[in-house]
């Protein structure tokens, strides 16, 4: 089996690979059918992240989530190492970071 490291830097060379209109594509199908999901139905909170570099891209999933009145939360470095999740109600709350 291989190590950890390795399969995250193969998945990222797939990634990295794709068109940029291919991984648009692709991440609309995924915020769509977890949009679809009985699990989002029932959730009142969602966990997400901003998307960097190639990863896939969660913004529609969060605008469904807000247009649903679920409350969004997202990622905040404070420290190498150190993170914490903080509820954002807009894009407009962010600011760069990791």
């Given at each position: 089996?291989?190590?950890?490291?390795e399969?995250?830097?193969?998945?990222?060379?797939?990634?990295?690979?794709l068109?940029?209109?291919?991984?648009?594509?692709?991440?609309?199908?995924?915020?769509?059918?977890?949009?679809?999901?009985p699990?989002?139905?029932?959730?009142?909170?969602l966990?997400?992240?901003?998307?960097?570099?190639?990863?896939?891209?969660l913004?529609?999933?969060?605008k469904?989530?807000?247009?649903?009145?679920?409350?969004v939360?997202?990622?905040?470095?404070?420290?190498?190492?150190?993170?914490?999740?903080?509820e954002?109600?807009?894009?407009?709350?962010?600011?760069?970071?990791?």
């Amino acid at each position: 089996m291989e190590p950890k490291s390795e399969i995250r830097r193969s998945k990222r060379a797939l990634r990295k690979a794709l068109l940029s209109d291919v991984r648009q594509r692709c991440s609309e199908q995924i915020a769509l059918r977890v949009t679809l999901h009985p699990l989002f139905a029932r959730c009142e909170f969602l966990f997400c992240y901003m998307a960097c570099k190639e990863e896939v891209d969660l913004t529609l999933l969060m605008k469904a989530a807000w247009k649903s009145g679920k409350r969004v939360a997202v990622p905040r470095v404070l420290s190498e190492g150190e993170m914490e999740f903080f509820e954002i109600h807009g894009f407009d709350e962010l600011s760069p970071g990791y």
